[in-house]
């Protein structure tokens, strides 16, 4: 069983508009959280992080929702750009030197 | 060579046959782990090493042993492959044992 999960294989969003990535995870120790956007044919990079002691975490257009209750997390990317089509994945760690566990990912794309 | 690097680029392989992946950072990083990528599973952590001298098994360890001999480098071994084996590999590195993780450019292993 997934305990990170990303239920939206794909998302379309019109260039300019807001993109939202969701996120769920099973763990409740998990309490770190990492955003990684993968390209084709690169490996993923890095693009926004968040821990549980927050609920928000923003960097320029990317910004992390958390809402731990719920055990879910959210990116919201605004504006979305055709350049940000890629796929997202979640990633979810439960403290410092545990390793991360990823969801599935999800394809952006971004129309012009 | 900046950053992290994976080699080869891609390998067609027959099964039965022995291989290894290469992965080497210049980046200093104490921490490097092997991820396998497959559709609708995400990236799914093989093994991994928090420093030179140790190694850990990680989400789906059987069928691969990896080797930790100095700071930098991190190979893979598949010592007897199989078709289930089909996947594109990932390298990571990372600071320490938790954060942001570094990937190289991935390689893309086909077993016939």
């Known amino acids: 069983d997934q305990q990170v999960k990303q239920n939206s294989p794909s998302l379309s969003v019109q260039e300019g508009r807001i993109s939202i990535l969701n996120c769920d995870y099973t763990n409740s120790m998990f309490d770190y959280f990492l955003w990684y956007k993968k390209y084709p044919a690169e490996g993923p990079t890095f693009l926004i992080s968040i821990s549980s002691i927050k609920d928000k975490n923003e960097d320029g257009r990317f910004t992390v929702f958390l809402n731990k209750s719920a055990k879910h997390l959210s990116l919201h990317i605004v504006p979305s750009q055709p350049g940000d089509s890629a796929v997202y994945f979640c990633a979810a760690s439960a403290g410092y030197g545990q390793n991360f566990v990823f969801g599935p990912g999800t394809r952006l794309s971004v129309l012009p | 060579i900046a950053g992290i690097t994976q080699a080869p680029t891609s390998q067609i392989l027959a099964a039965g046959r022995r291989m290894t992946l290469r992965c080497t950072q210049d980046?200093?990083?104490?921490?490097m782990y092997w991820y396998r990528q497959d559709l609708g599973l995400g990236l799914r952590l093989i093994h991994y090493s928090n420093t030179a001298g140790t190694t850990g098994k990680g989400e789906v360890p059987d069928g691969y042993s990896v080797s930790r001999a100095n700071t930098d480098d991190f190979p893979l071994t598949l010592a007897s492959a199989v078709p289930s084996q089909t996947s594109v590999y990932f390298c990571?590195?990372?600071?320490?044992?938790?954060?942001?993780?570094?990937f190289g450019p991935g390689t893309r292993l086909t077993v016939l």
């Open positions: 990571a590195s990372s600071l320490q044992g938790a954060g942001e993780q570094f």
């Open positions: 980046m200093r990083h104490n921490a």
